[in-house]
């Protein structure tokens, strides 16, 4: 059957459903979350997964056990294997069945009764990560993580009801920000967007641009009097929906890093885990608490108004929406999501 002939497969929109993000890497949990001692339960793509730590290896395994659709994040750790809370069924990492209590164990354990495994589970910028099958797209990188002169600044993880593309069309977009951001850093008279230059690499793409806003001390003080500033930006998109942005205050010599990861959690849903990395800061709680609040009134300057559009889906045909010279790096993003849906439904047709 071709791609085409399935109708949960569409090449005009994208929302957190779509069957191409399943060949992708997504945050899931922090890593902190997960314990060595008990499953927890996460949800990706409308589906939900288990996480646990077994032995050396975490494993990610759907949650419904094949036998009887008991959740096995309900279950307990045994050695290097989950038992199942319903009837005792244990699975190992890969999801291998090894051990069904009612049935005679000098039986054949039949495939059936095996859980099924993601095909990759990985830890990195401590979030755990997870792509239901083979990933087409790499894993982000954001190099400030282990870079010892940027102090990590993790916000909470935060739920929001819009799209993880409309998050990333979202934190990408150069044109809102003396509108949506008034309220923290934006210049009401930062209007024009300047030319910026943007090349793509695989599944990533880099833009370049520079802009005014209040002065980064300003912003974060009071209302009233502020200084503005030069910025230079550096984005890094990586699909399907990261979003590094690399801002540099030339003449402070500071730079503030902002790393968003998006959970597509069910079709209206995504989680954020976003963190800021700064060198001009102490590495203090105060201090960090301090950029986290800042960074926390910005996104709620963001969800409030993405959570009004009524679709949490992305189009992927141009001709859908008006797009100005300014939002280039916004089509940008769209059209490597549509070649993302297009590569993995070539293989799935294939
Ligand atoms: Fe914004």
Redesign the pocket.
């Known amino acids: 059957m071709g791609a085409s002939a399935d109708s949960s497969w569409d090449t005009t929109w994208i929302d957190n459903e779509h069957p191409a993000l399943r060949r992708c890497w997504h945050p899931v949990a922090r890593s902190a979350d997960i314990a060595d001692d008990r499953p927890v339960a996460v949800d990706l793509l409308g589906e939900r997964w288990c996480l646990v730590r077994l032995g050396d290896e975490l494993a990610a395994l759907r949650d419904p056990c094949p036998h009887r659709y008991s959740p096995l994040s309900a279950g307990t750790i045994v050695g290097d294997t989950l038992r199942c809370a319903y009837h005792g069924l244990r699975f190992a990492a890969d999801g291998t069945c090894v051990e069904i209590p009612a049935v005679d164990p000098s039986l054949p354990i039949p495939a059936r009764a095996c859980a099924t495994a993601a095909a990759g589970v990985s830890e990195s910028l401590d979030l755990v990560w997870l792509a239901p099958e083979d990933p087409i797209a790499p894993l982000p990188e954001v190099p400030e993580h282990h870079d010892p002169s940027f102090v990590t600044c993790p916000l909470p993880p935060s739920d929001w009801n819009a799209g993880a593309a409309q998050m990333a069309d979202?934190?990408l977009?150069l044109g809102?920000?003396p509108f949506?951001?008034l309220g923290t850093f934006g210049d009401p008279d930062d209007k024009l967007v300047r030319d910026y230059k943007m090349e793509r690499d695989g599944w990533r793409f880099t833009a370049h641009h520079r802009h005014f806003t209040k002065a980064l001390d300003d912003s974060m003080g009071a209302d009233g009097e502020y200084k503005v500033v030069e910025r230079e930006l550096l984005f890094v998109f990586t699909a399907p929906h990261h979003v590094y942005l690399r801002i540099g205050y030339p003449e402070e010599g500071m730079v503030l890093t902002i790393s968003f990861c998006h959970q597509p959690v069910d079709a209206a849903t995504t989680r954020l885990y976003c963190t800021d990395y700064r060198n001009d800061i102490p590495d203090e709680p105060g201090a960090i608490a301090d950029t986290v609040a800042f960074q926390q009134a910005?996104a709620a300057?963001?969800s409030a108004l993405l959570q009004r559009i009524g679709t949490k889906a992305v189009p992927l045909v141009p001709a859908l929406e008006y797009h100005s010279k300014a939002d280039r790096i916004t089509l940008e993003m769209r059209r490597m999501l549509a070649d993302l849906v297009a590569e993995a439904g070539a293989e799935v047709s294939g």
Do not use: M, S, T
């Open positions: 979202n934190f977009d809102h920000l949506v951001h910005v300057e963001d």
